[in-house]
């Protein structure tokens, strides 16, 4: 069977709708029924740009970490960095009352700081700075912050 | 029966490095940066098979892509982009992909749960070495604001014949739509549902937690197993004959054919499997059929074949791999 809108392929997406006893029987190749969006939910996914109306009210917000501007939220439906979050704020919240059924996190924590105690902070903080020294070769420095590191844990271990 | 028809699970979390411009606003230094420290921490952790997408061949790429391994937007990133895989190969860690983390557990039949407490023990490691961007309102920060809160995304492979023979698919989809689940073609966003495969996932991911996100889509996927029993008993009652005649003709091109093209191969081995999932067909081993689907691809006959084949040499050694696979394996 030819796809009914491009009458070149075989068709190979076939779907029947029926409305009050109206059936409609739409046969289509797989190029013309990704046009037709059939099976594809991009559009459901993809953040409502609805707000974007709102835009008129708006200076041409930009990110002051990583230069995005709101017209390239709008293009892309992507921000540019953690902290657009805080700089585009309003249109975010406004899109995440469409998209999302809650607007607070009640998921898993980021495990970081909250479970750690001081001293396991402070490890944790001299081990990124080892590792940092380590790729720079700057092993003086290494072997410094490995005696501290090693000298922490004892504590700890004796604690 | 639900083995059949719920084909594998997969979970995977979305993050991102604090104070790194996302990937799509990168540039060349900054997103090896990402990468640097994703593999640094990622070889301390567990002993996953690191590879830089620049250093692999797009043979290997796709055949990953084909494996549900990474994402063809990985692929898109290849100058930046990096995986890390696990031995078994059912945990992938993409690296500067949509999100600098796309973190990916995949497990056989309905297994969410456990795919979930897999990578979040891993994600939990990560986040000990990488300082992940996170807001105690909005939970991880990702790219698009559809993934927000829990970055996760637990989807289920199901092989649905009858839902879509019997004209469900659209009711299905729109009842299920309803419950925030949406459906999809096997390789996601944009695919097309080839072979019955859809994948069945959560819509949303702020506002609900990762267990009851896991939960809605198993449940969902339970149900929507349960249609799928229906419409084949539907088809049964009714269309047995013609049901059976289309099973039996589809084995006998497979068996017989001089060519065949991945596609076609793919539509004929589906109904196969369909027929011996609703005994229309006796198969010595079923499962060969889901191993030929797996294994007809342009990319993984060229493997096969040990040659990089044209079209037409492809087609035919599809078709003479797949008649001498299914030779005597009828009852």
């Keep these: 069977m030819l796809c009914d809108k491009c009458k070149k392929n075989n068709a190979t997406f076939h779907s029947t709708v029926n409305i009050n006893g109206n059936v409609t029987e739409t046969h289509l190749c797989e190029n013309c029924a990704k046009e037709n969006k059939l099976f594809s939910f991009n559009n459901f996914l993809s953040p409502s740009f609805d707000s974007f109306d709102l835009l008129n009210d708006f200076e041409e917000l930009t990110c002051d970490n990583c230069g995005y501007t709101l017209s390239d939220f709008q293009e892309s439906g992507l921000l540019g960095c953690s902290n657009c979050y805080n700089v585009f704020k309003e249109i975010i919240n406004d899109n995440l009352q469409k998209i999302q059924p809650g607007n607070v996190h009640v998921g898993k924590k980021l495990n970081l700081e909250e479970n750690l105690t001081e001293k396991e902070k402070e490890i944790k903080k001299l081990e990124l700075q080892l590792k940092q020294a380590v790729n720079e070769e700057n092993y003086e420095l290494a072997g410094e912050l490995k005696k501290q590191i090693i000298a922490l844990k004892e504590g700890q271990n004796n604690e | ?331």
């Design chain 2, 1 to 331: 029966m639900n083995n059949n028809i719920i084909v594998s699970s997969r979970v995977r979390l979305a993050r991102n490095l604090k104070n790194q411009p996302f990937t799509n606003n990168t540039d060349f230094d900054k997103a090896n940066n990402v990468l640097t420290s994703a593999f640094n921490a990622l070889s301390e952790i567990s002993n996953f098979n690191l590879y830089k997408c620049k250093n692999l061949k797009s043979e290997m790429l796709e055949e990953m892509l084909e494996d549900h391994l990474i994402s063809g937007e990985l692929i898109n990133n290849s100058d930046i982009s990096g995986v890390a895989i696990s031995p078994d190969n059912t945990v992938s860690i993409m690296v500067n992909e949509e999100d600098h983390f796309r973190e990916q557990c995949m497990l056989d039949g309905l297994n969410l749960k456990r795919a979930y407490d897999i990578i979040s023990d891993i994600d939990n490691e990560l986040s000990l070495s990488l300082d992940f961007a996170y807001d105690e309102k909005l939970g991880f920060l990702t790219a698009c604001p559809t993934n927000v809160g829990t970055g996760l995304r637990a989807s289920v492979m199901m092989f649905l014949p009858g839902i879509v023979l019997t004209n469900n698919l659209e009711d299905m989809i729109s009842t299920v739509s309803k419950l925030g689940i949406c459906v999809r073609g096997a390789y996601g966003e944009g695919s097309s549902a080839s072979g019955y495969m859809f994948q069945i996932s959560n819509q949303f991911s702020l506002g609900k937690s990762e267990e009851e996100i896991v939960q809605l889509v198993e449940s969902t996927a339970l149900k929507i197993c349960d249609l799928e029993i229906k419409a084949r008993k539907l088809l049964l009652d009714n269309n047995k004959d013609a049901l059976k005649d289309e099973v039996l003709r589809a084995y006998g091109i497979l068996s017989n054919c001089y060519k065949i093209s991945t596609s076609e191969a793919t539509e004929l081995l589906s109904k196969v499997k369909l027929g011996a999932d609703i005994d229309l067909i006796n198969l010595k081993e079923p499962q060969l059929i889901d191993d030929l689907i797996k294994n007809i691809s342009p990319i993984k006959i060229n493997k096969l074949s040990n040659k990089v084949l044209n079209e037409n040499e492809r087609d035919l050694f599809r078709a003479e791999y797949i008649g001498r696979v299914l030779k005597n394996n009828r009852i």
